[in-house]
């Protein structure tokens, strides 16, 4: 399952699944970001390469080898 950084993924589950199936849920990314949840539009800072929104509870994940443009992070869908 494990392809490096080429991977790619069709959706944010996709992204999500592969976080966890690596173990990299709850690991601090290499530097923190903000995003602009796709929910609410509110801003959070993700720290986590699975991370959720405090406000409405959309969870997002990033690879770790994506995790340095915040436009590889995914949306999965609230609660995931």
């Given at each position: ?34 995003i602009t949840c796709v929910e609410c ?38 609660g995931y």
């Amino acid at each position: 399952m494990h392809e490096g950084c080429s991977g790619s993924f069709k959706n944010g589950e996709e992204v999500v699944a592969k976080v966890r199936h690596m173990g990299f849920s709850e690991q601090m990314m290499p530097m923190p970001m903000e995003i602009t949840c796709v929910e609410c539009a509110k801003e959070f800072e993700m720290s986590t390469f699975e991370d959720q929104c405090p406000h409405c509870g959309m969870v997002y994940g990033v690879t770790p080898c994506h995790a340095f443009d915040p436009a590889n992070i995914k949306a999965a869908g609230v609660g995931y």
